[in-house]
């Protein structure tokens, strides 16, 4: 079991790695997401007027 400890020390592979989220389609962000999962740092830019679902 993993506990908060060792769950804060463990570190993913893209640990360090900085991305900047541009996109605004469900496979930019959902890919976005998968890194972030593995130890990236993220910053989402977003047009704050529109949403992911308009056209």
């Given at each position: 079991?993993?506990?908060?400890?060792?769950?804060?020390?463990?570190?993913?592979?893209?640990?360090?790695?900085?991305?900047?989220?541009?996109?605004?389609?469900?496979?930019?962000?959902?890919?976005?997401?998968?890194?972030?999962?593995?130890?990236?740092?993220?910053?989402?830019?977003?047009?704050?007027q529109?949403?992911c679902?308009?056209?």
């Amino acid at each position: 079991m993993m506990t908060e400890t060792t769950a804060a020390k463990a570190k993913g592979p893209f640990d360090g790695l900085l991305v900047i989220d541009l996109t605004h389609v469900l496979n930019g962000p959902f890919g976005t997401t998968i890194l972030t999962d593995l130890g990236a740092r993220t910053i989402n830019a977003e047009i704050s007027q529109k949403g992911c679902t308009s056209g």
